[in-house]
C-alpha cells in the first residue's frame, strides 16, 4: 500500500474539518472528539506517513513530509478549502498546510502543537516509538498524560496492536530521530503563522511533559490560547468534550 490513508466522517458536503493526529497516533486518535462533533459536519479524518494504515506510504518524516502528503491529497480532496485542526506533530504539519495554502486555509486549532518553542522530551519520544507490548505501552504512556488521568485498557490495546504489523515500529524509530536535532526540535516561523488570515486557536495541557507549556506563552500576534490545568500532552484523550466545542467555535 503506498497511498495515503483518509477516512470521511459526517456530512459529504461542506467544507471539512481535517484532523491530524500526532506522533505514534493514527486517526482514531480523535475518536473521542468525533463524537462530540457530532454529524453535522464533514471530517477528514488521516493517518499520517509512517503511521497505522498509511504505513506503506513511500516517505517517512517528521511534519514538512506529512504536511507535504495531506496538502497534496487536500488538493483534491477538499479544493474549496478546509479547517485544520492538528495535534503534536500533526499540528505542526496543519500549520505548514495554512502557510502553503493561507486563502484554503478557513481555520487553525493546534493542539500542543511541535514548532512552538525548541524544548522537546526527546526521550520520552523514542522510548515511546521503540515500546512493544501492552505492560510497555501503559508504562511510556505514562508520561504522556496528565498526573490523574486515566488511561483505558481499550486504548493500551489498540496501540499495542497497531505497533504489530510488519514494519510499524521501525518506522516509528526512523521518524522520531527526525523530531529533533541535537535535542532540540525545529521551530516554525510563528510570526508568519500569527500573520495568517484565519482564526488561530492554541490548546494546551499544564501538565505536558512532552512540549512544555511555556511554549504557548508570549506568541506573537492574536492567537487565542487554552490552558487546561490537569492535562497534559495528550489532548484528544484528555479533554475531547472542550477540545471539539473549541474546534467547533474556531471552524464556524
Not at 506533530?89 to 500542543?112: C, F
Not at 481499550?154 to 499495542?160: F, K, N, Y
Request: aromatic share 6%; proline share 6%; with cysteine.
Amino acid at each position: 500500500m503506498s497511498s495515503l490513508f483518509v477516512r470521511r466522517v459526517g456530512k459529504n458536503d461542506g467544507i471539512p474539518v481535517v484532523l491530524l493526529h500526532g506522533f505514534g497516533g493514527s486517526h482514531r486518535t480523535w475518536d473521542d472528539v468525533c463524537a462530540e462533533l457530532g454529524r453535522e459536519r464533514a471530517i477528514l479524518l488521516y493517518d499520517l506517513p509512517g503511521h497505522a494504515a498509511s504505513l506503506g506510504y513511500p516517505e517517512l518524516g517528521h511534519a514538512v513530509t506529512a504536511a507535504r502528503a495531506v496538502r497534496a491529497d487536500l488538493a483534491e480532496r477538499a479544493p474549496d478549502g478546509f479547517h485544520l485542526v492538528g495535534h503534536s506533530m500533526g499540528g505542526a504539519a496543519a500549520a505548514l498546510i495554512a502557510l502553503k495554502e493561507p486563502e484554503k486555509a478557513r481555520s487553525l486549532t493546534l493542539l500542543a502543537p511541535g514548532g512552538f518553542g525548541p524544548a522537546v522530551n526527546h526521550r520520552a519520544l523514542t522510548h515511546y516509538a521503540a515500546a512493544r507490548g501492552s505492560e510497555e505501552m501503559r508504562r511510556v504512556l505514562e508520561e504522556f498524560v496528565g498526573f490523574c488521568a486515566e488511561l483505558s485498557e481499550d486504548l493500551i490495546l489498540r496501540l499495542a496492536a497497531e505497533r504489530e504489523a510488519p514494519g510499524a515500529g521501525e518506522a516509528l524509530v526512523a521518524i522520531s530521530e527526525t523530531l529533533h536535532s541535537g535535542g532540540a526540535q525545529k521551530m516554525l516561523p510563528l510570526e508568519a503563522i500569527a500573520a495568517l488570515p484565519c482564526p488561530l486557536k492554541l490548546l494546551w495541557g499544564e501538565q505536558d511533559r512532552i512540549l512544555p507549556a511555556a511554549q504557548a506563552r508570549g506568541l506573537p500576534g492574536v492567537i487565542g490560547v487554552h490552558v487546561f490545568a490537569d492535562a497534559g500532552h495528550m489532548l484528544p484523550w484528555e479533554i475531547p468534550s472542550a477540545a471539539a466545542r473549541l474546534i467547533s467555535e474556531n471552524s464556524r
